[in-house]
């Protein structure tokens, strides 16, 4: 996992876009696994090999749920093999038909999870916060819509006052994709509790990873029944079958990592911290780069770090500087460019969208994400930043002379 530092470079020709080495002489990638002790895997490994028992709700897939409810604070906690399914299975579960509000400044998951089910997802525009705009929601909504989904982007909560103060009126379900908010606080409540109901990811790129996985939580008895029925093909029990249901089980050996995993999770959220603060340290001098700030009263596990390129302030475009940092082997992501609305299917579906969609065009145009967890070190932070600073002091040399053609043509891993 060592980043592998390379030379010094105290020249704008140092820089690896005009000939000089990389930084970094492996890849520092965004989303890195904070990986528990392998000893503790495997610990629960030999005891899952001892039993037998891989999957089907066995004791270590219970145990994890038990331990999630217990920290969020919240009645039911329903593993899944993902948090997109989660999503899938929480639609189902609440009936919605026809039209729901979803951001498309998120991950495409939240789309898809609406489309997959034959249903209409709706765009909405983000505030200054990344989060649903309720005003934005508000004006969107007809006979049609069924409900609202939220997201907490970059485990920062959404505007959940003004969210449900919209749905009540309207008497729509609102729902939450907190895939980057386990940890997080809004006033001092736990996300994992807003709304009918919250859905979690486990991915490996996540805070909590049990490589793959999710988790749905709520409140709701009736609800949450549904959800645990639908995800084992609607079995209540050896033989009989009293719902509609398909296979959304977590297995033990996921599960046993998402249990080592959760276990370090105060340790990580440090880690997350420190680097946050070392980012904000080192660059927050640097022109046209904004670093988001996170509420100093309630808690969050800074699993992103983010910022936003003013290319008028910079003098290089958002995309320049990605592929200057990506020569570097510092591999910055775009988070969430271009935007779901401008991508297949939804930008041949519902051309027009974009139309309302001022802020999440102008943030997905603009927004780099950074490497952070164990995976970074003090000293990385300030070879990154070092990079960044050769750049823009030296931006009326490298501004258009920089090819950001390979950053549409990246293959997924
Ligand atoms: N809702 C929201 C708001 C989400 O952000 C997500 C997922 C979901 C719903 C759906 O959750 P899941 O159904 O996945 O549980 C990643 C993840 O694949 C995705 O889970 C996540 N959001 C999204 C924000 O990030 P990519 O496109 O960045 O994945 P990828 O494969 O490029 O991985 C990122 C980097 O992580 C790689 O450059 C290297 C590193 N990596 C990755 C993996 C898988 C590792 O070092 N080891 C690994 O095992 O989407």
């Not at 296979?247 to 680097?275: F, P, T, W, Y």
């Not at 302030?313 to 995309?319: A, T």
């Not at 082997?329 to 519902?350: A, D, K, S």
């Amino acid at each position: 996992m060592g980043s592998g530092i390379g030379k010094d470079k105290s020249s704008i020709d140092d820089l690896a876009v005009l000939g000089g080495s990389p930084a970094f002489s492996e890849p520092l990638h965004v989303g890195r696994p904070n990986l528990p002790p392998l000893e503790r895997f495997t610990e629960l490994v030999g005891q899952i090999f001892e039993r037998g028992w891989l999957t089907n709700s066995g004791p270590v897939v219970q145990e994890f749920e038990r331990r999630l409810a217990e920290r969020i604070g919240v009645r039911h906690c329903i593993t899944t093999t993902n948090a997109t399914v989660a999503l899938e299975l929480v639609i189902r579960g609440c009936d919605l038909s026809g039209e729901v509000i979803v951001p498309s400044f998120t991950f495409v998951a939240t789309a898809h999870a609406v489309q997959w089910l034959g249903l209409t997802p709706v765009f909405a525009d983000v505030g200054p916060d990344h989060n649903l705009d309720p005003d934005a929601v508000a004006a969107l909504i007809n006979e049609r819509t069924s409900a609202i989904l939220g997201v907490h982007l970059w485990g920062r909560p959404c505007d959940v006052d003004g969210l449900t103060d919209v749905a009540r009126r309207h008497g729509l379900t609102l729902l939450f994709d907190a895939a980057h908010a386990l940890g997080c606080t809004l006033r001092g409540r736990n996300v994992g509790t807003f709304g009918r109901a919250e859905v979690f990811s486990f991915h490996a790129t996540k805070y909590v990873n049990s490589a793959e996985g999710g988790a749905v939580t709520t409140n709701d008895d009736i609800l949450a029944e549904r959800i645990r029925l639908m995800r084992n093909f609607g079995f209540v029990n050896y033989d009989q079958v009293i719902y509609l249901g398909t296979n959304a089980k977590m297995n033990e050996l996921s599960a046993a990592m998402g249990l080592a995993s959760l276990e370090q999770i105060d340790e990580i959220r440090e880690v997350n911290r420190l680097n946050h603060v070392a980012y904000l340290r080192e660059m927050s001098d640097i022109r046209g780069l904004r670093f988001l700030e996170f509420s100093a009263t309630d808690q969050s596990n800074h699993q992103y770090v983010v910022a936003e390129v003013d290319p008028s302030v910079m003098n290089l475009e958002r995309d320049e500087i990605v592929s200057l940092l990506m020569a570097e082997n510092i591999l910055v992501r775009r988070y969430f460019h271009p935007g779901c609305h401008r991508m297949e299917p939804y930008r041949t579906l519902y051309p027009s969208a974009g139309v309302r969609l001022g802020r999440t065009e102008h943030l997905t145009d603009r927004i780099m994400v950074f490497p952070t967890g164990r995976a970074v070190t003090p000293d990385s932070i300030q070879r990154i930043a070092q990079c960044i600073r050769l750049a823009v002091e030296g931006s009326s040399r490298l501004r258009g002379q920089i090819d950001t053609s390979a950053l549409n043509q990246l293959p997924r891993g």
